[in-house]
């Protein structure tokens, strides 16, 4: 865990530093991290106005010995919860993917029901497949891993069990999903396209979930709140 944490550390610093707004970096991970600029504060020994004018550019962009405190004070903060957000970095490390391609990779305990998966993703069912359950999920930035992804590497998004969820997102007609999965075998319980919109499903992706027994479902709901919701199936 301590690499994970070190890596993390390095990409969350890396970002803030180099970003064209510090601040709205910075609020990004803080929220993304579901941590308060009060309990940030806190954690840094500042009021929380200091962290608000950095967050708004009221105050000039922070320094690297700023940039590296706030970053130490929301992975202690997540490792006080247990560790949530560095546990899926690390899943992520793990399997060998770039976080830009893998936003998130995960084993159950137990077999989940997919209504209940659905319902972590918001998700709306256009086609029923062959399994009523997932026994884990990926969630996967759709363009990065058709175009950076081999084959083998593909078929590594499964994880430890074929019997889950992929889920693509930034999708906008879902035909290369679709077709990618074609050639890698065996095929997923369910996928489920990500920010597609209502009526833009390609017109062939029914068809094709058929033809492989795949439950298909597509979902326009915010993807943070759709990452954190999962993080508790």
């Known amino acids: 865990m301590s690499d994970a944490r ?8 890396g970002e803030i530093t180099l970003s064209d707004d510090p601040g709205a970096t910075l609020r990004k991970w803080r929220t993304d991290f ?3 600029q009060t309990e940030l504060a806190d954690q840094l020994g500042v009021s929380s106005s200091v962290v608000s004018d950095y967050e708004s550019g009221r105050r000039e962009s922070p320094g690297i010995g700023v940039v590296r405190r706030t970053v130490e004070g929301l992975l202690d903060i997540d490792e006080r919860r247990g560790g949530g957000r560095l546990r899926q970095h690390a899943r992520v490390l793990s399997a060998g993917f770039e976080s830009d391609i893998v936003h998130d990779l995960r084993e159950y305990s137990t077999a989940v029901p997919l209504e209940e998966f659905y319902e ?4 709306t069912e256009i086609v029923r497949g062959d399994h009523d359950h997932v026994n884990g999920h990926t969630v996967i ?7 950076r992804l081999s084959s083998e590497e593909f078929y590594r998004l499964y994880g430890q069990s074929t019997n889950r ?3 693509f997102t930034r999708v906008t007609r879902g035909e290369s999903p679709l077709v990618a999965l074609r050639v890698v075998s065996p095929t997923p319980n369910a996928v489920v396209l ?3 919109e209502d009526g833009a499903l390609w017109d062939h992706a029914a068809d094709l979930a058929r033809v ?3 439950s298909l479902a597509t979902s326009n709901r915010d993807l943070d709140d759709c990452l954190a919701d999962l993080q508790k199936l």
């Open 141 to 147: 930035d759709s363009i990065q891993a058709i175009t």
């Open 6 to 13: 070190e890596e993390l550390s390095r990409r969350i610093a």
């Open 212 to 214: 492989d027994g795949v």
């Open 194 to 196: 990500h920010g597609i």
């Open 34 to 36: 579901d941590v308060s």
């Open 120 to 123: 972590a993703m918001g998700a």
């Open 165 to 167: 969820a992929l889920v």
